[in-house]
């Protein structure tokens, strides 16, 4: 079981392929939510391979009315005990509260499996409540939930964890022909910039990332392009008006897709969001910039070479989507730095 958004899914990559090595032979299945009502929402089943880590995907609603939550839980309670499942391995994310954890006990013993792994190891660990300042750094997302598996008797294999998406012919062809329409006929270097978020608390200023896009333009000739949702698509068309080169991919490619096209860039320049850890799944080293509305170190991107921005404030913590003291985190990043660390990437792999 394991709920959320695009990012909550991409972190426990390495947890999800670590379960299908520990039992090559059972049949997987991933229990997740469907959130109804929000029209960025996307399914696990979107995100993750069609085959070959997960043999079945099962969600229920959420972001619904209190009956249709009671009749969505009743109904997939049934649904669970019919395929009469051995155990269900509890991949929630910490901000779990303990009666919302309580509330899960229940259901599945409900549903009728007994055997449920990381309830307790989860509980002991939740992050509800409000944030402290000045907050601490703690252990990333990633190596929480493989942590919790090693608690729950697996052995894991640290040194050869997968983010594999497994992307198909099609998608790379897809990705492919985008590319070949942008108009980068000399080969520059490509560089996936994601300049856009769901929380506005969280996106870092356009004229920044004008100028430094600008200023690595001037240092590697690279080729910028705009990934994110149709919701970025307007701030991608500024952002390349301002450039004079680059193409926007905002809103016109799936997910998988634009994993597809990450593969080919040299670097991911932007905000704290799924697209930066999709650029991590497929091995793009990343220069993020993290407001400070959550811990420190809760959310990296997967890997090494990344480097990440982030400035600890008085407010640090507030966790809110809307920032009320004028984006002092993110004001305190800038540009030089953030230029500095992207062509310390770009001149590694032009050695290289």
Known sequence: MRIGHLGDTLVALPA??????????????????????????????????????????????????????????????????????????????????????????????????????????TEERSLAGPIPSPTPEIKSECDFLLDLLENSGLSINRTALSTDLRLTPSEAK????????????????????????????????????????????????????????????????????????????????TVRESAALLRHCSLYLGNDTGTMHLAAAVGVRCVAIFAAIDYPGRWPPFGSGHKVFRRSVECEGCHTPDCFNANKCLREVLVDEVVEASREILSSQDAA
């Open 16 to 121: 999800f392929w670590s379960l299908r090595e520990s039992f090559p032979g059972a049949k997987l299945t991933l229990l997740s939510n469907s959130d109804k009502k929000n029209p960025n929402y996307l399914a696990p089943r979107s995100v993750l391979p069609e085959s070959g880590l997960f043999d079945e995907f099962i969600d229920y609603p959420t972001n619904v009315s209190r009956f249709e939550s009671t009749f969505g839980a009743l109904k997939l309670a049934l649904t669970l005990r019919k395929s009469r499942f051995d155990a269900v391995f509890y991949l929630m994310p910490r901000a779990r509260t303990p009666k919302q954890i309580a509330r899960d006990r229940s259901f599945f013993r409900l549903s009728g499996i007994e055997r449920v792994f990381g309830l307790e190891y």
């Open 174 to 253: 897809n990705a492919e022909e985008f590319l070949s329409s942008c108009g980068n006929s000399t080969g520059q270097p490509l560089i996936a910039i994601a300049p856009g978020s769901k929380w506005e608390s969280k996106i870092w200023f356009e004229e920044r990332y004008a100028e430094v896009v600008n200023g690595l333009i001037e240092s590697h000739d690279v080729f910028p392009i705009v990934l994110g949702g149709p919701e970025d698509r307007e701030r991608g068309e500024r952002l390349i008006g301002n450039w004079e080169r680059g193409a926007n991919a905002a809103g016109k490619l």
